[in-house]
């Protein structure tokens, strides 16, 4: 025995309003007030009412459903900013499509061009590609980036700058004179500002500093990396990430070096903190806040080039740092 799904019309006769009223809680909820939409939603879910997201793509031209580009989905950055992206989408009654570069940029702009026309518009996390080639895909695709400042186009950038700068203050009152920045992937935005803010801080400063490189972003370079960063003389490390951080911090205690003892540590991105011990300092950074902001300049009618919202990361001070032994 076959039974019926319920239609836009049962849900309207249950609430006792009329067919249109319940579509646009579906396809434009700003235009209803707010306790119209969630008594719609909370009828059609006890109805089992199902909107119809190809029909409604016809009418409307809406599909219902954003894309997200990411290039690493097992970097545990990632994973923090799928989640906070599937949880915004579903508070706009929105769809979730995932995809996953490798950090290619061929199949990043595979991905895009698959994406675009499927989806009511597109998130680019740590794209890969050269500007002038985004300048271009922006001019024909809903799309915003993030962590990409690419003048022109629509942006969203999750920032470590001044919670970087706190933490290498907390670094110097508590005793470092020596400073190892740890860096990352060079075509990182990312990497971009966090070398410049350590640079920025060691001339304000005075400090003596030494610059690696984890290009490939991996616990297995950086770990192989702790030797180096001991022979630089280096008493705090900044890393340009948690796993590049936890990597160091592993090669250290292989080393018998006590952290923070003798080396105190800074990651960045809060992705792994209670995976390490000693717990690790870092900067938590945003990503529900910055979702949100990628989310709501794809809902616009027209999404406006050159908009660039930046918000900014908390300095997390855990057991890899040290206590201040001197006023800052």
Not at 184 to 202: C, H, I, K, L, N
Request: proline share 5%.
């Amino acid at each position: 025995m076959t039974v019926a799904r319920a239609s836009v019309v049962d849900v309207a006769r249950a609430l006792g309003v009329s067919p249109s009223t319940v579509s646009r809680a579906f396809n434009h909820p700003e235009l209803l007030r707010a306790e119209t939409v969630v008594a719609v939603h909370a009828a059609a879910e006890r109805l089992g009412y199902v909107p119809n997201r190809h029909a409604q793509a016809l009418i409307t031209g809406r599909t219902g459903a954003i894309g997200l580009i990411v290039p690493d989905i097992t970097n545990p950055f990632f994973p923090k900013l799928v989640r906070a992206a599937q949880r915004s989408a579903e508070q706009r009654g929105l769809s979730m499509f995932v995809a996953e570069t490798g950090y290619d940029p061929e199949k990043e702009r595979r991905q895009i061009a698959t994406m675009a026309p499927q989806t009511e518009g597109v998130i680019v996390a740590s794209s890969r590609l050269p500007g002038d080639e985004l300048q271009l895909i922006a001019q024909r695709t809903r799309v915003v980036f993030i962590n990409n400042d690419t003048p022109g186009l629509a942006r969203v950038l999750l920032s470590s700058s001044t919670a970087l700068r706190q933490g290498i203050d907390h670094l110097v009152a508590s005793g470092a004179r020596r400073l190892c920045y740890v860096g990352g992937p060079v075509r990182s935005w990312s990497e971009g500002e966090r070398r410049r803010t350590v640079g920025d801080a060691v001339a304000r400063l005075g400090l003596d500093a030494t610059y690696l490189r984890d290009e490939s972003g991996t616990y297995a370079e950086a770990r192989a990396l702790a030797k180096e960063v001991l022979d630089s003389g280096a008493d705090a490390v900044i890393a340009f990430d948690d796993v590049v951080a936890h990597g160091v911090l592993d090669g250290l205690l292989v080393e018998n070096v006590r952290v923070p003892g003798e080396v105190a540590l800074i990651g960045c991105d809060d992705a792994l903190p209670i995976q390490t011990h000693p717990r690790m300092s870092t900067i938590r950074l945003p990503f529900t806040e910055a979702v949100r902001a990628a989310m709501g300049l794809i809902a616009v009618d027209e999404i406006q080039p050159d908009t660039r919202v930046e918000v900014e990361g908390v300095l997390e001070l855990r057991e890899t740092t040290r206590e201040t032994t001197r006023e800052m």
